[in-house]
């Protein structure tokens, strides 16, 4: 199946240091999530974009959804130890249906943080 | 908020059994919920689109006389993997769109299954 191209696949950083990922895509999505996944648990969902070129904030993290819909970027400030886990992009398809479609998953960026 | 739940958390089972992994949501109601498979290290793939009261519908390589899904009531989905095999060991998470906003999915915390 199609997945996304997501980058850094790691980032190794100091404590209290910015982070930044971003996905991109050769298809258009029509809503962008970003979720974080620790070791053996489901992703938790953090933040969803609905609309091309939309800046979204939750908290420290904020994410912003592409003017192409092809491409979303998440940021994270003063990065804290709890912040370390996988963080994962994901595009959600059109469904002229009207209901919800199953999500494309970027391969993830693994963050580590030295305190 | 949406809580999804699964059961069980992690399951071993022989070659040639087969095992059946719960997925319900707890506080809301899904008329859809989605199955995904992650194996070690990877990202989390689309396998299966839930729907209740009506056939599911499989992404392009998932075998559908393998992997059966039932979905059963707004609550339940089931994944019954039938005779599973060790290439069947895998992290396998549910997923069931919110109700304020459908566009979100909420996961549950995922069945770790292994094929000795």
């Known amino acids: 199946g199609q997945q996304l191209n997501q980058s850094p696949q790691s980032m190794f950083i100091q404590e209290g240091e910015d982070v930044s990922m971003n996905c991109t895509s050769s298809?258009?999505?029509?809503?962008w999530l970003w979720y974080k996944q620790d070791p053996g648990e489901g992703p938790v969902l953090l933040i969803a974009?609905?609309?091309?070129?939309e800046l979204t904030s939750n908290g420290r993290l904020t994410a912003q959804f592409g003017i192409t819909r092809k491409d979303s970027f998440l940021n994270i400030s003063a990065s804290i130890p709890s912040d370390v886990g996988i963080y994962f992009c994901?595009?959600?398809?059109?469904?002229?249906?009207?209901?919800?479609?199953?999500?494309?998953f970027g391969k993830g960026t693994h963050l580590i943080i030295q305190p | 908020g949406a809580v999804v739940s699964q059961h069980p958390s992690w399951v071993i089972c022989k070659s040639g059994t087969s095992v059946k992994i719960e997925c319900r949501s707890l506080?809301?109601?899904?008329?859809?919920m989605f199955w995904y498979r992650q194996f070690p290290k990877q990202s989390l793939m689309l396998m299966a689109t839930?729907?209740?009261?009506?056939?599911?519908?499989?992404e392009q390589g998932v075998e559908k006389d393998k992997f059966l899904i039932n979905h059963a009531s707004l609550t339940l989905s089931t994944l019954t993997v039938t005779s599973a095999h060790p290439e069947d060991s895998s992290f396998y998470i549910c997923?069931?769109?919110?109700?304020?906003?459908?566009?979100?999915?909420?996961f549950g915390p995922g069945t770790r299954l292994t094929v000795t």
């Open positions: 994901a595009g959600q398809r059109i469904n002229y249906g009207g209901g919800a479609d199953g999500l494309t």
């Open positions: 997923s069931a769109p919110g109700t304020t906003h459908t566009y979100e999915q909420y």
């Open positions: 298809s258009i999505f029509n809503t």
């Open positions: 839930s729907n209740e009261g009506s056939k599911a519908t499989y």
């Open positions: 974009l609905y609309k091309a070129g």
């Open positions: 506080d809301f109601q899904a008329t859809t």
